[in-house]
């Protein structure tokens, strides 16, 4: 990862400070960019950034964290095996990964080839071991809803599965682009939470694969409520933002809902002055996406950084981002610009692993910068 330094600013920058896209670049050593999930999902290392100075925990020592009367609101999206690996009738390889399920058999997807099939062109996928279908794809066209990027298939196989049950069957994990070896059964297993249920992502809600069913458990003994919204974390939040003047930044769109349970746990959390602590980027992007718009479900393109003004999130748990990425500016609206460069180079000195498979930390929301 190339980039600047991460340093501490001699000063925090007040809020009417405009931030840039090289504020939020570092170099990152590539070794701490984790390959492989910690052996015990609570036995990651967690970095509480709550205190005036960082504080180096193990993540089942949350609770020390947290009260009776918070509550904790998780993504329960499930990811999809959403890459699928083929080829054309010419014989040219093909990759897929399926962005969303769009009804009919249809799919919108990013394709990765050396040249473009034609329109109604039919590209067969590498059967899964023992299977005797034929999974395939036929091109319809660019999905307009996606500014481009994305494409309309209609998949198919000679089972008539519908596209989860497709993918399910011959689809592989879809691992981070920085994550470098192909998935195997252990990827299968703990790129996704413990509760995942709703299917739909093409990647996971890393801060959420942290906790087991004893955490949980002893968060339920001592009186922390949980709450479960759904985002379908697409493939753009691996994307760096590339535009220096960060208004000009157009965000990737994300499908998120919150059920009615949830939207009353939040307002009962609040009535009873307790914090709402996401579990996750995802889960403040549909909280505050709820808040700015009334929407309790549909299509968010929300970007949170620095300036934003919060309405719902007191708290974060996060993992580590990647340089010049929303989300890096996304925690620097949350925690304060300063604080997060301190924290950075402290994760940095000491070695903690990054990104989806690396450590977390613990936010609280700064309201100074």
């Not at 036995?43 to 005036?52: C, F, P, T, V």
């Not at 620095?306 to 007191?314: A, C, H, I, R, T």
């Amino acid at each position: 990862m190339s980039g600047s330094a991460i340093t501490m600013p001699t000063t925090l920058p007040d809020t009417t400070r405009t931030f840039g896209l090289s504020d939020f670049d570092f170099d990152l050593p590539a070794e701490l960019i984790a390959q492989h999930p910690a052996p015990e999902r609570s036995g990651s290392r967690l970095l509480d950034g709550s205190e005036a100075r960082p504080v180096d925990r193990i993540f089942r020592d949350l609770p020390q964290l947290l009260k009776a009367g918070d509550l904790l609101i998780f993504n329960d999206t499930r990811v999809m095996n959403a890459r699928l690996f083929g080829e054309k009738a010419t014989g040219g390889k093909l990759e897929l990964l399926v962005e969303r399920v769009l009804g009919g058999n249809q799919v919108a997807a990013h394709m990765r080839v050396s040249k473009k099939p034609e329109i109604g062109a039919t590209v067969s996928f590498t059967p899964a071991v023992g299977c005797n279908d034929h999974p395939a794809a036929t091109l319809l066209g660019r999905w307009p809803d996606s500014n481009g990027a994305l494409f309309r298939f209609v998949l198919s196989n000679d089972a008539g599965d519908d596209p989860f049950t497709l993918m399910a069957r011959h689809g592989h994990v879809p691992l981070p682009p920085y994550i470098t070896h192909a998935d195997t059964a252990e990827d299968a297993a703990r790129y996704q939470t413990v509760f995942a249920k709703n299917l739909g992502a093409v990647a996971a809600p890393t801060a959420a694969l942290h906790f087991d069913a004893a955490l949980l458990a002893s968060l339920d003994t001592m009186g922390v409520q949980r709450a479960y919204v759904t985002l379908h974390v697409g493939a753009g939040t691996f994307q760096p933002v590339k535009t220096e003047d960060l208004a000009q930044h157009q965000m990737h769109s994300e499908w998120y809902d919150i059920p009615s349970a949830s939207q009353q746990a939040v307002l009962d959390c609040r009535a009873r002055g307790g914090r709402i602590i996401a579990v996750g980027t995802t889960s403040v992007r549909t909280l505050e996406s709820w808040a700015l718009t009334g929407q309790t479900t549909g299509n968010t393109r929300i970007f949170i950084r620095p300036g934003f003004e919060f309405k719902l999130v007191d708290a974060l748990l996060t993992n580590f981002h990647l340089p010049k990425s929303s989300l890096m500016m996304l925690v620097s609206a949350l925690a304060g610009y300063g604080p997060i460069r301190a924290l950075y180079a402290h994760a940095i000195e000491q070695k903690y692993r990054f990104f989806s498979y690396g450590d977390a930390m613990f936010l609280t929301l700064n309201t100074r910068s």
